[in-house]
């Protein structure tokens, strides 16, 4: 049962309704559900709802579609969906690559632009204001689109404090507890912005916008190899905050020295770096080395199909460690896991059935597929999920007193 | 605010109430705190919380007990604690021993007795009839004491369906899809028998009774290597149901085939055979084989230490993959671990050095105090923290109208 608060009362269970009502919007998603839908899928009453609704078309973050449904004729009835003139700014710095990308709040990726940078031991001042720039790019987009931007979600390769926007780990960037400012990256949006682990955020993103299950590992493939673990639809941070490190999982003993000060960990086998590496390929831009793998995965060249093979053999082995101690059902392979796709696949299939028979079936690995945006949409997702679930204090100021 | 119901309605809030009142007294442990102790921690007035303990005294869950308070003269004070003559029978099956206790409300193991049993490869029906054996010396032992038991918990080395009473999957046992009938072995007890997983119920044991942390991993040595996962005092289950299988992460891709059906894993390097066997202990008792080792490190046999620093290494090397994937941040070391303890400490703390260096401080890996207790504790404790989420079923038929 739901309670019910007269409208116009802004008090904590109308708060709590204006979240239910456009959370309901949002879940349903393409559907536009009218408000008679919206009240039977709520429990509210037709009034409450429409009420609810009034207050969330005026504050901006819903607006009324015209549509027919099934069969219908004459005046169109009234759908209702998440803004597409209201958006948040999902950016990351990776390690050869910054990105931003500009998603309005029905989840749909309006504007994105990605540049080579060589970002790895670069201070992080530098760094920001080259993404400063992207971030430009983003707003002026926005405002080409007429959408108002209301926060953004930054997302780095690394271990975060997310309250104190601080980079507690970053060895693939040489970052070691360094203070970032993110806010100044979108100066004057109400929600500022927020930082993430990439991993995670790629995760949720695949959550969120990529039709991943309510559980599953997402292995995020980039220099680093990180992970997020989604767990009853929601990520998992553990006890200390900063779980799912999947690719520092050790996979050979005598493995290599890694970034993290380790050994023998998943990374340097199945970091993108490593299988350039390992394949032979030489020095460039991101792009140009991932062409030259391909190809050479294509001419059937030994090298290059032994260190793809290998990669996949050790990440069969972290996935493998990782079902046992989580019981994790599920693996959705991002980053240049998805684009080695076909060619990993053999051997990460063998490894999995070496090492840990029948424990995740076949058809439970799949491949992501948002790829390189699963990390914006989620870093801007983190945010878009905050509004819907606090839209209170976007509402016009005269209901807020 | 805690809504309080009229005394002598039993309905939810009262029962909800009856609960909140047992688990403030189990909480409170030692403490034996007094009615009006438990109304200033419960939020409840007093005559409710009056009538709440009479109803709770009168089911037999819990006793009172005069005691002088700091400086008190005079007549004693009346304190509250779970009933010592309830109590709960906690029963393990183990690859080479069965085991039973008599657990009293208060956590206390009031009787227990331990036998060697060969039962790798034995039907179940022939260790369950050895273990009904043991199960009536706990009977007796309560009789005896004028214990009432109210249920048992059963704990097996293997993967279990908890509500079916199967074992999934124990490979050391060499059991596959075996159902069992527990109940059979407390008939009358009115909770009847739940089966769980053997290292599940020793980090239950450990978290309830051994002072853990609220946030640990417990690695279980026994013939096999089990994990139990603890986040927020709460098991960690996984989205499968059997997380934590410490034993089965693969710690080298060259290493030796395991029970599992994989190769490679912690079990195989750790597990209590493997070190026997690697250290060159002849075959024997479990006791017997134990003492030798322990003389063999003691005297500093080369075989015996290169064994046990194994263990300790690949120990090393399964807990950074475990902190890093789970962000886990204590560990405890229980069954055989323990028992070897100083003589493993070095080989485990050089290897989190050499594979997590930082990851997991010295002082946040502990020893169980309750050694094999433990998995008794821990599944006679899961019975008993169900008899404190519903009291209600206990209370007198009259008050159950």
Known sequence: MIEQAAPGRVGDVRRRNLSLVLDSIARTGHAKPSRAQLAAGTGLTKAAVSSLVADLVESGLVAEVGLYRDGERGRPGQGLELSSRRGVVGMEINVDYLAVGLVDLGGNLRFSSTVESRNRGMK?????????????????????????????????????????NVVLSAPNLHWEHEQLEPGALLEGAPLGVTLSNEANSAALGELWYGGGPPDFLYVSGEVGVGGGVIIGSELFRGPGGSAGELGHIVVHP????????????????????????????????????????????????????????????????????????????????????????????????????????????????????????????????????????????????????
């Open 124 to 164: 992080p001042d530098a760094v920001m204001k080259q993404l400063a720039g992207l971030a430009d790019e983003a707003k002026a987009a926005a405002a080409a689109e007429d959408i108002a931007i209301l926060g953004g979600g930054l997302a780095v390769p690394g271990l975060v404090d997310e309250k104190r």
């Open 254 to 401: 005598e493995g290599p020295a890694c970034s993290c000060g380790g050994a023998g960990c998943l990374e340097t086998f199945a970091g993108q770096e490593a299988i350039f590496e390992a394949a032979g390929i030489p020095g460039g831009s991101l792009g140009r080395r991932t062409e030259l793998l391909l190809a050479a995965l294509a001419a059937g060249e030994s090298r290059a199909a032994h260190a793809v093979h290998d990669a996949g053999r050790y990440l069969g082995i972290a996935l493998a460690s990782s079902a046992r101690l989580m019981d994790i059902e599920a693996v959705v392979l991002g980053g240049h896991f998805a684009v080695l796709g076909e060619w990993l696949r053999p051997a990460l299939l063998a490894s999995l059935e070496r090492y840990a028979p029948g424990l995740l079936e076949p058809e439970s690995l799949t491949v992501s597929g948002l790829e390189h945006s699963g990390t914006l949409l989620g870093a801007a997702g983190q945010v878009i999920r905050s509004v819907i679930e606090s839209p209170f204090e976007f509402l016009p100021a005269s209901k807020l007193a």
